[in-house]
């Protein structure tokens, strides 16, 4: 595998992180679903709820406005409330903190293994309380967590093992996609996500009371549903049966989300095939070590993140500076949610590995029509840094 020279001359393009394939067929979808007058949650979110949960193996599948509105349903389904303790990862995007907080339970943050930066059995089991009612465990980057551990960990004190597979999409554990094995999981169809619906999510469950709920209170709690009002000449009075959200999908929405379902094993067979490379051409560069596969499963590598370490002359920041200065957008690797201010006076652990990853990894461009000529900008970029002077460390 060669690495190709930069051309001397202009300056080129900027190197964006990510950027969502889309085409035509999308813009069909859409065209289409407009055409049709039914714009709203209809036919169309029920069409990508049975093709989600098909792809995923999943048993039941219920559209959500975005992935915190499904991790948010998925406690309320499981019964987790005011006075309970929810076990999550600090090393995760906040989302995976607030949702236990809106339903009134206390998130009670986790250290991750250093490799593929998840929650493991042991990390949890030092985060359990007598209060604890559940775990959030979460694949991250797309990095597939080691789910059977945990669930021999967790199952026997009856506490409910959610899935934040916000990342996962594409991924697979142990042979099975990601999120199959949860008896909840969540996921995202954020655009730095590798399937878009610009925002968008879902919840899948093994149970069908929990997906029968789930489904009420995304919509107002309402005994009918707006699909069967509508079809209805005349419609039947609804009651609500509880206190409920607006947590719905729009028809739009499932319409971009069905093609892009249809795209994801391509988009994820080339984002591996990308990474691959990465990792090739930076083999044998002392203090970058990327993040890779586990024993357990294959990454849809969402995120490609690399660990900057003390053998590098850069720390990551000044990694981070080099790629600007090369036209390149890297990202900071992923947030330690307990040092937020808004999490500033609960009671936490030491979660030593947790602050390390978040301070010393970054996130590289991966995208699915990324060019060759697009990567060795970027490994260059790399290998320029790794030759700068060691920096002075500062007592």
Same mark, same amino acid.
């Given at each position: ?26 813009i ?9 007058? #039914? ?53 995760s ?57 945990i ?35 969540? #996921? ?8 878009t619906?610009?925002?968008?999510? &879902? ?18 709690? &309402? ?14 009075a609804?009651e609500?049966l ?53 024993? #357990? ?12 370490q ?9 990694? &981070? ?28 652990? #030491? ?17 699915h029509? &990324? ?25």
């Amino acid at each position: 595998m060669t690495l190709r020279q930069a051309q001397d001359g202009a300056p080129e393009p900027r190197i964006n992180v990510m950027k969502p394939w889309l085409g035509q067929e999308e813009i069909d979808a859409v065209a289409a679903a407009i055409s049709s007058g #039914w714009v709203a949650q209809g036919p169309r979110v029920a069409a990508f709820e049975d093709a989600f949960a098909e792809a995923m193996q999943a048993e039941h599948a219920v559209a959500t406005s975005n992935c915190t509105t499904a991790l948010h349903l998925a406690l309320l389904v499981a019964g987790i409330g005011p006075g309970a303790d929810v076990v999550v990862p600090s090393f995760s995007f906040i989302a995976t903190a607030n949702a236990p907080t809106y339903v009134g339970a206390n998130p009670v943050f986790a250290d991750v293994d250093a490799t593929t930066g998840n929650v493991t059995a042991d990390t949890i089991r030092l985060a359990l309380t007598p209060k604890t009612r559940a775990v959030i465990v979460v694949d991250q980057g797309g990095v597939p967590v080691d789910l059977d551990p945990i669930r021999s960990l967790c199952d026997p004190l009856g506490i409910v093992v959610i899935e934040d597979a916000a990342c996962g999409a594409g991924s697979s554990y142990r042979g099975r996609p990601v999120g199959s094995g949860a008896e909840l999981a969540a #996921w995202s169809f954020h655009p730095r996500k590798l399937l878009t619906t610009g925002e968008g999510g &879902m919840l899948t469950t093994s149970r069908p009371d929990w997906a029968a709920r789930a489904r009420r209170l995304r919509e107002h709690a &309402m005994s009918v549903s707006a699909a069967d009002r509508q079809a209805s000449l005349l419609a039947p009075a609804e009651e609500y049966l509880e206190v409920g959200f607006n947590f719905r999908m729009t028809d739009v929405q499932a319409a971009i989300g069905l093609v892009q379902l249809g795209r994801l094993p391509a988009i994820v067979a080339r984002r591996r095939e990308l990474v691959a490379r990465y990792i090739a051409l930076l083999d044998g560069v002392p203090g970058l070590r990327p993040v890779r596969d586990p024993s #357990w499963g294959t990454s849809n590598f969402q995120s490609f993140w690399l660990e900057v370490q003390g053998d590098f002359p850069l720390d990551r920041d000044g990694v &981070m500076v080099a790629l600007a200065e090369a036209g390149i957008s890297a990202r900071r690797g992923i947030m330690a949610a307990h040092r937020q201010p808004a999490y500033a006076d609960r009671q936490l652990a #030491w979660l030593p590995i947790t602050e390390r990853l978040t301070d010393a990894t970054l996130i590289l461009p991966v995208y699915h029509e &990324m060019t060759e000529r697009e990567q060795d900008r970027v490994v260059t970029a790399l290998l320029r840094a790794a030759e700068q002077p060691k920096q002075a460390v500062v007592a």
